[in-house]
């Protein structure tokens, strides 16, 4: 079993700044992928950044150049930094690993989510 920890979430104005993490802990082989993923009342969950094994990463186009997604593999966290933030980017953010669980199979799981307010 795999558990994913989020913190970081919280309320914030026009153009600041919010750091998110999520740590992976639990018994697992390895972790193929770990990102961050978002939804937005009455809004279908959409990606947000993802980090991959072997360091390559992708970004929603909406946020390219805002958010930076990187990853401590010791820790076997992932974190969100995300700047000049916008009322669009309010949503419950969701962390999201793709497990390497034994030698042979791969699952999903999911955080709880962490709320993202951006108003002023």
């Known amino acids: 079993q795999v558990q994913l920890v989020e913190s970081g979430g919280g309320l914030v104005q026009p153009g600041g700044s919010l750091r998110l993490s999520c740590a992976a802990s639990?018994?697992?082989?390895?972790?193929?992928?770990m990102g961050w993923y978002r939804q937005a009342p009455g809004k279908q969950r959409e990606l947000v950044a993802r980090?991959?094994?072997?360091?390559?990463?992708n970004y929603a186009d909406s946020v390219k150049g805002r958010f930076t997604i990187s990853r401590d593999n010791a820790k076997n966290t992932v974190y969100l930094q995300m700047n000049s933030l916008k009322p669009e980017d309010t949503a419950v953010y969701h962390c999201?690993?793709?497990?390497?669980?034994?030698?042979?199979?791969?699952?999903?799981?999911w955080g709880q989510g962490t709320q993202v307010t951006v108003s002023s």
């Open positions: 999201h690993a793709d497990v390497r669980t034994t030698k042979w199979n791969n699952y999903d799981y």
């Open positions: 639990g018994s697992f082989f390895s972790i193929n992928a």
């Open positions: 980090w991959r094994s072997g360091g390559s990463t």
